[in-house]
C-alpha cells in the first residue's frame, strides 16, 4: 500500500510504475476511483513519451466490476487508487467505512495471493491530517509492505521509505524530483543535497556532514543564521532538526565552547528541507551555528562527522568508513571525526582525516578562537 498527502505525486508514480512493467510485457490493470479514464489518459500523456499499450484504465468505484475485468484481462499488476474509494455488492457500508475498506483490501489480498495465479497488486491509501494511514490499523498488517512518500507540494523533492517491508528492510529510502514530467530519480543525493560554491563563494554559515538514509550515505549541507535578537528571548527556528534538539546543541556551545548566544537567534535549516535524524550531524550543525555568529566561512573542502555530548567531546557514530568513501568519492579533502573513531587514515588516499577529541578543539583550530 502507498499513501501520502494529497498532491504528493502518489498516482503519478504508480502510473510510471504501471508503464515501465507493461513495456516489458506484462498486463497492467490501473482501477481508478477517484479519476475519469479522460483525466488518467490526460496525465499519462504529460509525463510519459508513450503510453504503453498493456495498460487498461478502468474508472469505478465498484470492486465487483475490477474483479470482472481481472477475470478478463488477465493482468500480472493491479493498481486499485484509492482503497478507500471501492466498495463490494454484498456490503451495504458506504465507501471508506472500515467495513468496506477492509472487505475490499482482503478481497484484493485472495487475489495477490491465488495460488494457481499470484499477482502483484498495489493499493493506494489516503492520509489522515495527522499524516497517518486512514482506515483502521488492520490495514497496515494485511499488506506486505507500507510505502510512504514524502515531501512538500511546494517543494520537488520527494522522499519514499517503507514503514513496513515483508520481503526486505526498511530502512531504504529513494528521492526523486517532481517535475512536469513525473517523478525523476535522484540517483546522486549527495549532490542535491548540497550548494556547489567555487573557493572564492564560500559564505559563512555553511557546513556539511555524511548522514545515512537507509544505507545510502549521503553528503548533507546545513545552514544557520545567527542575527541580533532585541527580545529577552531568543528565537530557535529549525527546519530540519527539532527545536529541543537544537536548544541542546546550543547550550553544549554556551558551556563547553564559552560562546554567548543570549541575544542572538538562531535558525537552521538543511539543503533540500531534508529532516535530519542522525546524531552523526551534530557536530556539522553545530560548526555552521559559530561560522555565522563569528561570520567566518568553513573551507568547502570539509565535512564533520560525529556526535557531540553533552561533556562537549565528540563521539564515534555508526559506518563511519562508509561515510567517509562518500566525502573521498565527492572530492572533499578534509573530514573531521572523533578521535575515538577507530578507522585508518591511511586507507584514504585522497581524504585527510582529522581527529579531534572535543568541540572546542575543533572550533578553534577553524576559528582560531
Same mark, same amino acid.
Given at each position: ?188 543525493? &549527495?549532490? /542535491?543535497?548540497?550548494? =556547489? ?11 556539511? +556532514?555524511? *548522514?545515512? $538514509? ?123 571525526? &572523533?578521535? /575515538?573513531?577507530?578507522? =585508518? ?11 579531534? +577529541?572535543? *568541540?572546542? $578543539? ?8
Amino acid at each position: 500500500i502507498l499513501t501520502a498527502k494529497p498532491g504528493s505525486g502518489k498516482s503519478t508514480l504508480l502510473m510510471q510504475v504501471a508503464n515501465d512493467i507493461a513495456n516489458k510485457g506484462m498486463r497492467v490493470l490501473y482501477a481508478s476511483g477517484e479519476e475519469s479514464e479522460t483525466q488518467i489518459k490526460m496525465r499519462a500523456e504529460r509525463i510519459l513519451d508513450k503510453l504503453s499499450d498493456n495498460i487498461w484504465v478502468y474508472s469505478v468505484t465498484s470492486l465487483n466490476s475490477v474483479l470482472d475485468q481481472v477475470e478478463k484481462i488477465d493482468p500480472q499488476l493491479i493498481i486499485i487508487d484509492s482503497i478507500q474509494t471501492f466498495t463490494l455488492d454484498e456490503f451495504s457500508q458506504r465507501p471508506g467505512t472500515p467495513t468496506q475498506t477492509m472487505e475490499c483490501a482482503y478481497k484484493m489480498t485472495e487475489v495477490a495471493k491465488d495460488l494457481e495465479k499470484p499477482r502483484m497488486v498495489f493499493l493506494v491509501g489516503q492520509m489522515t491530517k495527522q499524516d497517518e494511514l486512514a482506515g483502521v490499523r488492520s490495514l497496515e498488517h494485511l499488506v506486505d509492505t507500507v510505502l510512504l512518500i514524502e515531501g512538500d507540494s511546494s517543494e520537488d523533492l520527494r522522499s519514499l521509505m517503507t514503514t513496513k517491508n515483508r520481503y526486505g528492510s526498511t530502512g531504504e529510502i529513494g528521492f526523486f524530483s517532481m517535475t512536469e514530467k513525473g517523478m525523476i530519480s535522484i540517483d546522486n543525493p &549527495s549532490e /542535491y543535497f548540497m550548494t =556547489k560554491r567555487s573557493a572564492s563563494e564560500q559564505v559563512a554559515g555553511s557546513s556539511l +556532514s555524511v *548522514i545515512r $538514509e537507509g544505507t545510502r550515505p549521503i553528503i548533507l549541507e546545513t545552514e544557520a543564521l545567527a542575527s541580533k535578537s532585541f527580545l529577552p528571548y531568543p528565537s530557535r527556528i529549525s527546519e530540519s532538526v527539532r527545536r529541543e534538539h537544537l536548544n541542546t546543541l546550543v547550550s553544549i556551545l554556551e558551556e563547553r565552547a564559552g560562546i554567548t548566544f543570549l541575544d542572538k537567534n538562531i535558525v537552521v535549516k538543511s539543503t533540500g528541507g531534508i529532516k535530519v535524524k542522525e546524531q552523526a550531524s551534530n557536530l556539522s550543525v553545530m560548526v555552521s551555528i559559530v561560522s555565522s555568529t563569528l561570520n567566518q566561512a568553513v573551507e568547502a573542502n570539509s565535512v564533520f562527522i560525529a556526535d557531540v555530548g553533552l561533556t562537549g567531546e565528540l563521539k564515534n557514530v555508526p559506518s563511519l568508513d562508509t561515510r567517509l568513501r562518500e566525502a573521498e568519492r565527492m572530492g572533499f579533502k578534509k573530514a573531521y571525526v &572523533s578521535k /575515538y573513531s577507530s578507522v =585508518k587514515e591511511e586507507n584514504y588516499k585522497e581524504l585527510q582525516v582529522i581527529k579531534m +577529541s572535543n *568541540i572546542s $578543539e575543533v572550533l578553534n583550530k577553524l576559528f582560531d578562537i
